[in-house]
């Protein structure tokens, strides 16, 4: 039985995220896959990677347990907004304290690449923005995306990371809000 983890990275309980992760939640309900949803908001943990990796700072219950549910899911939904050109400082925080070396990486002395200590599991991010997805692309080059995708989940063993891209949602009408809550409840029915 498939595992499905859906992570809101947005801060606010009453954002588009929010109704993202539960439209996505909604769609995976009809599936016999086991589910489990992430609120970063509802977590009790310092964000702060105040040591670095020089230094371990032991993880808050809420974190272990999030760690638990990353490992234990074999496709992982990632859902946040792109504010300047990068991600929430929650999720970001989140990241920091729980992607480490021996948890989700282990750098192997000598070679530049670490072994994957995620592999077997795929990812879908669903990225809201106020850019046009074509802005984001040629001018700016994705870095939100790049960092997320490649930097994070991909040097981690997580393959294949699809995207969503959901833009611009700014000034966007009612209309083009539920068509993107329909599709993301679509993502959730197939597991993708």
């Not at 606010?12 to 995976?28: F, I, R, V």
């Not at 990632?78 to 750098?107: C, E, H, N």
């Not at 690449?113 to 592999?119: H, I, T």
């Amino acid at each position: 039985m498939k595992h499905v983890l859906i992570i809101n990275g947005h801060p606010d309980k009453e954002s588009y995220n929010h109704a993202l992760a539960e439209a996505y939640l909604e769609g995976a309900r009809k599936t016999k896959a086991v589910i489990s949803l992430i609120h970063i908001s509802d977590l009790d943990f310092n964000p702060n990677l105040k040591f670095g990796y020089r230094k371990r700072t032991e993880l808050e219950p809420d974190l272990t347990e999030a760690l638990a549910k990353i490992k234990a899911a074999d496709h992982l939904v990632w859902v946040f907004p792109m504010w300047w050109s990068g991600y929430p400082a929650l999720l970001k925080g989140f990241i920091d304290r729980l992607f480490l070396p021996g948890i989700t990486f282990q750098p192997v002395k000598g070679k530049p690449l670490p072994q994957r200590l995620l592999k077997g599991k795929s990812a879908r991010i669903i990225l809201t923005a106020d850019s046009p997805q074509w802005y984001d692309y040629l001018f700016m080059k994705r870095p939100a995306i790049n960092q997320f995708k490649k930097g994070t989940l991909e040097f981690c063993g997580i393959k294949p990371v699809k995207v969503s891209y959901i833009g611009p949602v700014k000034d966007s009408s009612a209309s083009y809000r539920e068509k993107w809550l329909t599709k993301v409840g679509l993502l959730g029915e197939q597991l993708k």
